[in-house]
């Protein structure tokens, strides 16, 4: 059996037999008192927006110097790890300089 709660068809909590029918009398009373207040306002009209508070300079700062310094640390590391165990040595330019 379904019964609305908050104007949605839903099932009932109990199988139908000769006592539940007061538990589903009580839900379907409460349910034409389900008010969302987060969305409406008292009258019942849609509420506006929410107001929201933009960090913009302060969201830069705070994700991305960490994350570069976070990379920079871990390309140290890696190329040094990688001289360490001769997978890579980076060759001395010598540059002639006869001029």
């Given at each position: ?12 909590l109990r199988p139908v037999n000769k006592f ?25 009209a849609i509420a506006g927006k929410p107001n ?32 360490e165990n001769e997978i890579f040595i980076p ?9």
């Amino acid at each position: 059996m379904l019964i609305r709660v908050c104007g949605r068809m839903v099932p009932s909590l109990r199988p139908v037999n000769k006592f539940s029918g007061s538990v589903n009398s009580k839900l379907q009373s409460f349910s034409s008192q389900c008010v969302r207040t987060g969305v409406t306002t008292v009258t019942g009209a849609i509420a506006g927006k929410p107001n929201r508070i933009n960090f913009g300079i302060v969201k830069v700062f705070v994700v991305f110097t960490p994350l570069i310094y976070l990379g920079g640390y871990v390309s140290k590391e890696g190329a040094a790890f990688l001289e360490e165990n001769e997978i890579f040595i980076p060759e001395d330019d010598e540059h002639d300089d006869d001029d």
